[in-house]
């Protein structure tokens, strides 16, 4: 006897009309969600905000219980890259039934069930993530060499799939943004790049490790350049012995670097050109060994003989040096005219508590910094070999004793975003990210990059 399918006029009437029900459960809670979020981003009392986040974790589950049954049924869930309002986050429900092919699924789904995507992980999945880390290395200034280095990590994709989701997520990330950063900012093309693509599309079509920005064409960057993404993603990677070693090792070049630059001051002048010889291959080592043409660090230690790094191989390090000589810091601010007086984001500096995060605190400037955009207060924490420091700015956002948060990027490690970032985010907190630097400037063009004017009225 052949097995009976449902039929499938009966299963369209009845997905349709289950579809329109949970649009309108959704609706009902994200609206409800939303005046919450509103609500949690005043400075209530402790009591009731304990409360309010309370109801948000019972909205939280229904909403995931609504998307769930969704899923159940059958359908798809396609989220985008944009922040969902109420009537987009619905819609969210809707691509899959009009594209023409979930009706079709449901019938399958009835007969075979949900399989559970996620096969558990593997009990030495950090010793696995370990070599990945290593074979990854650092972004190089070599678009072909960069380009060889991702699509034989992205060929042996599978081995990741014993690593824990998000650590999944974030290595997509981590790839996606140096593939981009080869593709759109080094001018790499061609048939290597696309496979590597389509690799790497296709595992995490199939594998489902979470959305991934970047992966789209028409994608662009979070953080300014896909360099800066690919770096957020790598500091987010669990530490492991593999990728400490690699740490381990950077630093030991470092400190080389470091202890040979007196010789330049003692050799006799006839030794002078053997010293800048030897100064040279200790740099290439380095970079050789993966330390970043743009460290910190490592441009401390060669600003000053940046003339020596005239070959091709070097031209990573030239231009990072070009960047941290411009005047970042204080960005010539004496002769920048002040915010004009209809500046449209007064509204999310005038009057209101603020925090700089990273650095060297630096009196002048945080003064300067708090006269120009108006600040009732402004403080800058200092974060270097401080990570309490962290967690205290966290615990005030938390308390409602601060209304934005000023983030250096080029003066604190990734661990700030992970710290303090989903607090914001939480209590309806703003902050900006400034790139580099920490000169009224640089703030303003952050605080428009990232702030929403319209929400100031």
Known sequence: MSKSRPDEGALRVAFAAEQQARSVTLETILQRAS???????????????????????????????????????????????????????????????????????????????????????????EEVLGKVVVDLGVPSDDADAELLVLFNVVREADRWRGLPREVQRTLVGLITARLRRAQDEMGMGGAKLDDTFSMLSAWSKREQPGWVNGLSRGHGPTRGTWGADAEAYRGRLPA????????????????????????????PPEALDAVRAQFRALVRKSLDAGVRSADP??????????????????????????????????EDDDKAPPLPPDWAWWGRTRYRRGVIVGGDPRELNRERIEKAFGFGELEWVGTEFK??????????????????????????????????????R??????????????VVRVRRAMERFLDPLACR
Not at 65 to 90: F, S, T
Request: glycine fraction near 10%; include cysteine.
């Open 240 to 267: 492991s012995e593999a990728a400490a070693a690699v740490k381990e090792n950077h630093e030991r070049l470092l400190s080389v670097l470091g202890a040979f630059l007196p010789e330049f001051d003692t050799a």
């Open 35 to 125: 005046r919450l979020q509103r609500w949690m981003s005043q400075p209530v009392a402790p009591e009731l905000k304990a409360q309010l986040a309370e109801e948000r974790r019972r909205i939280a589950d229904e909403l995931l219980d609504c998307l769930a049954g969704w899923n159940e049924l059958g359908g798809r869930i396609q989220i985008g890259d944009a922040d969902l309002g109420p009537d987009a986050a619905v819609d969210a429900l809707r691509p899959a039934s009009r594209a023409g092919g979930t009706v079709h699924a449901v019938p399958q789904h009835f007969e075979a069930g949900g399989q559970d995507r996620n096969e558990g992980v593997s009990a030495n999945w």
């Open 297 to 330: 660090r490592l441009l401390k230690l060669c600003l000053a003989h940046a003339e020596l790094f005239d070959g091709v191989e070097f031209r990573g390090l030239r231009q990072a040096l070009r960047e941290d000589a411009e005047p970042a810091e204080g």
């Open 426 to 439: 939480e209590c309806g907190v703003d902050w900006v990210h400034v790139d580099k630097g920490y000169g």
């Open 387 to 424: 990570r309490n420091n962290l967690q205290t700015v966290r615990d005030r956002v938390r308390a409602g004793k601060i209304d934005i948060v000023i983030i250096l990027g080029s003066f604190v490690g990734h661990d700030a975003d992970e710290v303090i970032l989903p607090a914001a």
